[in-house]
Each structure stands twice: as C-alpha cells, then as structure tokens.
C-alpha cells in the first residue's frame, strides 16, 4: 500500500489581507518532479540531480515574501536549492534541466544558489524581490544573501524554485508580504505531517555510485604508478647518486651520467664536483 493521503477540511475564507492561493504551476515542471499535497508539494526523482525546476502558479509583487520548506534530501549528491524569480509567465512544456546556467544565460530571470549547508531537511527558506532589484534570501538558520539582479519589478514576476542537488523534495507554505499598515499571507496550506529527513540511495544510484568509486580508484593508481615509473624502471646505477630516487638524466664533463636535473642545480651550486670522482665541474 502506498502512503495515506494527507487530507485537511479546508475551512479558510479569503477576507481583505489574503493574498490569495499560491501553490505551484501545475504544468510548468521539471521532467523529473511530482507535485502533490494539493500542488504545494514538488518531489524530483532521486535517480538525478537536476530537471527539478518549478514556479509559482501566480505572479508575486516586490517584497512578498515566498516561503517553503526543504523536506527531504539525498547525500550522494552536491549542490543546494536554486531560488530566483521571472518576468517570463511560465508556461506548459519542456524546462531546461537547470537554473543555473540554463535560466540565468537568458533575459528576464534572476537565480541565485542556497549553498547545501544552509539548507539540510527541516530548513525553511524565505526569498523575495526587495524594491532596488535585488533577489533577497534567508534561512530559518540564520543565513542571509542577496544577490542584484536586472529583472523589470513594473512586469509580473512569477517565483522559481529549483530542486536541486542533495535537494529532493520541498513544501511551498506560501508567502508574505508587509506594509506599513498591515501584513497580508496567501491562504494557508493544508496541514502536512510529511517526515523530513534524508533519503536512502534508490538501488540503481547505488550501483553507479560504486562504479564511479571504482572507477576513481583505479585512475589515481594508475597515476601513481605512472609517477614512480621512471624510478622503478631503472637500474640502481640508472639512478641520481644524490637522491636515488629520479633518473640519473645529465651526464658530467668526466663522463659520469649520475645526476638528476633538480639535484644538479643544487651540487653545481653547493659542491662544484662530480659526486662520483670529485673531478671539478
């Protein structure tokens, strides 16, 4: 059996400080995401790191600010959520497979990285457009960034998130925005009972990830024995007589070819004399 649905009645009633639903855009997905919990929920499949992009279903103002929440993570990958906003109304259809560089090589979108350290399972982050353009973030740990950005704050600006990395799944709890005369929320959510935490490596992830691992090993023994090769394949009266252990390379006006370079420069500057038969050189 799968897991139970989680179902609230929903009794909110918009009155004059709603700011109305917001939940994600239904068509416009990542390849790899599943929304659920009413579209507030984006879940991206745990056998990649990317096409886990996703937007708001509506426009938000400058200074609202968009709340959610990092649910569930997975460690063999690297890198942090992606936040940012648009002026492009997003629309059904293939995404690119990421925020960066894909989003931010084109006009009219500002993305910038949560460095995966400020967003373990449980983090809720907050971000919003401040009124001189810049992109503004913080963390329920703290963390605070903001980055310039050169969207058009006069155009609609719709949220984006992108589900990236050690990232897997996210919770949007909607938004806020303050005035001097009062505070406005979207609706509520309905409540989630999801547990947050990390995940286990899917089967399929493993097995690559132990190949790669393999992998890696055997390149940096292959260069390491690359490194020691010209000294295990010499003969001992082949070696430098001063640090046995490179190439006896330069051959001395007696006749002697026992020195590497490196220690060469240093006999010819300390000594003079072949180390051999002490003949000056």
Request: include cysteine; hydrophobic fraction near 30%.
């Amino acid at each position: 059996m799968g897991r139970p649905k989680e179902t609230t009645k929903d009794t909110h009633v918009c009155g004059l400080t709603c700011l109305g639903p917001l939940t994600f855009h239904p068509g416009a997905v990542g390849k790899k995401i599943t929304l659920s919990h009413g579209t507030c929920r984006a879940s991206r499949d745990l056998e990649t790191f990317r096409d886990g992009l996703v937007f708001s279903s509506r426009p938000v103002k400058p200074r609202e600010k968009v709340q959610f929440r990092v649910e569930r993570s997975l460690l063999a990958w690297d890198g942090g959520v992606r936040i940012g906003f648009t002026n492009v109304r997003p629309a059904a259809g293939p995404l690119p497979p990421m925020a960066i560089p894909d989003l931010t090589d084109k006009l009219g979108y500002g993305v910038m990285q949560v460095p995966q350290r400020y967003c373990p399972p449980g983090t809720m982050i907050t971000f919003w457009m401040d009124p001189t353009g810049n992109l503004c973030y913080k963390t329920s740990t703290g963390t605070f960034d903001c980055n310039q950005t050169d969207l058009d704050l006069s155009q609609p600006l719709w949220a984006i998130i992108d589900v990236y990395g050690q990232s897997t799944t996210v919770l949007l709890l909607g938004s806020v925005r303050r005035t001097s005369l009062v505070i406005k929320k979207s609706c509520p959510i309905p409540r989630s009972t999801f547990k947050c935490g990390y995940e286990d490596n899917p089967p399929e992830l493993k097995k690559r990830i132990e190949v790669t691992q393999k992998k890696k090993k055997q390149h940096q023994e292959a260069q390491s024995n690359n490194a020691s090769s010209l000294t295990l394949g010499c003969r001992q009266e082949d070696l430098c007589a001063v640090c046995l252990d490179h190439e006896a390379c330069l051959a001395l006006r007696c006749g002697h070819r026992c020195l590497c370079l490196p220690c060469a420069n240093r006999v010819f500057a300390e000594f003079g004399t072949c180390p051999l038969c002490r003949q000056i050189i």
